[in-house]
Every structure is written in C-alpha cells, then in structure tokens.
C-alpha cells in the first residue's frame, strides 16, 4: 500500500532530514512511502517549463500511490499551501483514500475570524460575514469544507494537532496519529 | 460540453447575481455551465454535517462536468481560495481539461516577496529564501507550481487579468478571455 506524503515541508531549510523522517516514519507503519523528492528532477531551459517538470514528475508520483497524507498546516497566511490541497484535490478526485491533518489547533473559524480582528456580522440568512462582506465558513473544520470534505467522504482522518509554533512544519506528533489511524484502516 | 465554475465568488455578499453572469457568459461562449449553486442543499442537523452535505454536492456537479475553470484570484492572503483549489485538483486527478484565471496581475513570486517585505536570500544551492527559511517559488506562475502546472499539462490554458482592486471578485475580463480560448480549443 503506497502512500503519498504531500506537504509544505518541501520548501523548509533542512526538506531533506523532514522528508526523510516521515518516510521513516511511514515505513514503520506499514505503508510504502511515496514523497515528492524521490525522483529527480531534470533541469530544465527556462523557470516556466522547470516548473512544470516538477508539476509533472509530482503527478506522476500521485499516480503511482494508493494513498494520500496531506499537511494540511495554515501555510504563509491562513490556509493550507496551495500545492498541498491540488494533491489533495487531485487524489480525491481519482478515488484514491486520503488523509489529512494539521499542526495548529485553531479551526479555519477560529483563524479567520482572527485574520479579519474584527467582529464578524450575521446577514439576514443568518451566514456569518467579515467586514468585507465575504461569507465565514463555521463548519469546526480544519480548513475550507471541500478539503475536509474530500476526505471524510473517501473513508479518511482528518488529525488535529497543536505544535510550538517554531516546529510548526517539523512536528511530527500529529502526522504519527495519521499513521496509526490509517494503518488500523487500511492495513488490518 | 459542461464546464464546472470553480472560484470564491460563492462567498460574495451577491454571489448568486455573480454566479449567474458566469453562467450567462459560459452559455454565451457554448458551453453548459455547471455551477456550486445549482443545486438545492439539503438542511443537515450539525454544522460538520452541513458542511459534508455541501462538498459532498459540488463533487457530484464537479464529477457531471468535462471540463472546470477555476478562478484563482488571490483569496484572503497571497493564494488562491483553498476550496477552488482542491476542485482544480479533483478535476485535474479526474483527467479532465482545466483552465484558470486570476485578476491580479502580479504572479505568484512577487506576492510572496511582497508578503514578507523583507529581501530574499539566496541559499548556497541558489535557491531563493524568504527571511523564515522557507523556499520561494520563481517560475513565472500565477500560485503555485502544481495549479499551474496540472491546467498546463491538460491542454488548458491560464489567463492573467489586472482587475481593479474594487472588483476583484466581479471583474469578468478574465474569466470571458478565459471562455474565449476554452471555445476556440475545445468547440472548434
């Protein structure tokens, strides 16, 4: 059973050491690793079309798993890292089991709420709006509720976890309660 | 041919009057358009529940369309709406055509520089960093590398647009140059 590990830690200082860790990590669960450092990247002519090789590469990796675990941890700004949540989208999409969790206790709500710091309003439907008059989700999920939702709809977790903010993307508490969780799903 | 509207128009303040300009234009250009509104849902007991019930519903409208646009204006920070993306993905994992679009003119790299307000570094494999480490990205792309990537490699097209900032989520410059190539590609 192979297991693609998407996340964020891709772009820390020190990839390498936390990418080789979950993939540790993962193994001794059970599972086959799969992680976006694993094939190399041929370089290419122009940034555009290097891009596009990694795009390629990383969606050929996907392809080749059975399962996704995605860091689903708020990423420069509120929400989870784009990258992470088009594989996310994208192995939902093709019927693969996905995972999810997060290293900030704080619900998409909560965070929010707290980027607007202001009070939220209630319009006349009852839909809760910040003061730009954009909609609120408040679902108690850990982010926007097609995410959340494409994993509970696929027989998947979704971990909460509550990391030090200066092991933000290196904490691997709650990636390890994902591991277990899904061992007992997809291994027994 | 059903193109599926991906973009955080849902959140407006007058999304549905939004909504149904998209679908006018999509018609206009020959396409059915395939929208988050359209179909009724359902009152669900629990907000978790509610909030299932709703993503559950757009990947039956996302998996009924052959084809998705998605808006991917910067959304509450420097990246797309989280949600918008996730559907890009699905469709993208479900092998369907994608095209995107944003209103903001500036790409990806820049918003990231201008988010930290602080110089790049570049790191000894020559790299770029922002002052927390963290790498960042500089292929020329309006989000990250997997979103424009995954509409690229599907023969989609992404379309950049410079909206004023007053209309950031209502300006339809984009999104109709968007239905202008998408007919010419995929109606010809």
Redesign the interface.
């Known amino acids: 059973m192979k297991v693609y590990l998407a996340g ?1 830690e ?4 020190n ?1 390498r050491e936390i990418l080789d860790e979950k993939i540790a990590l993962t193994r001794e669960a059970g599972f086959v690793p799969v992680s976006p450092g694993d094939l190399e990247i041929p370089r290419m002519p122009t ?2 079309t ?3 090789e ?3 590469i ?2 050929q990796l996907m392809s080749s798993a059975d399962a996704i675990i995605a860091n689903l941890t708020p990423y ?8 992470t ?10 019927g693969k089991v996905a995972f999810a969790y997060t290293n900030v206790r704080a619900d998409f709500h909560t965070r ?1 709420r707290d ?1 607007y710091g202001a009070p939220l309003v209630e ?1 006349a439907t009852g839909r809760l ?1 910040g003061p730009d ?3 609120v ?5 850990i ?8 994993v ?2 696929r027989g998947g977790s979704v971990i909460v976890g509550n990391a030090a903010p200066e092991r933000l993307y290196t904490d691997m508490a709650a990636f390890r309660m994902v591991l277990s969780v899904a061992a007992k799903r997809l291994l027994a």
Not at 85 to 92: A, N
Request: net charge negative; aromatic share 8%; glycine share 16%.
């Open positions: 964020p891709v772009f820390l200082p990839a940034p555009l290097q891009g596009l990694i795009s390629r990383d969606e420069r700004g509120i929400a989870a890292d784009t990258g949540v088009f594989e996310l989208g994208f192995m939902s999409g093709r929010i980027w319009d709006r008059g954009l909609s989700e408040n679902f108690g999920m982010d926007n509720l097609m995410l959340d939702g494409g509970l709809a």
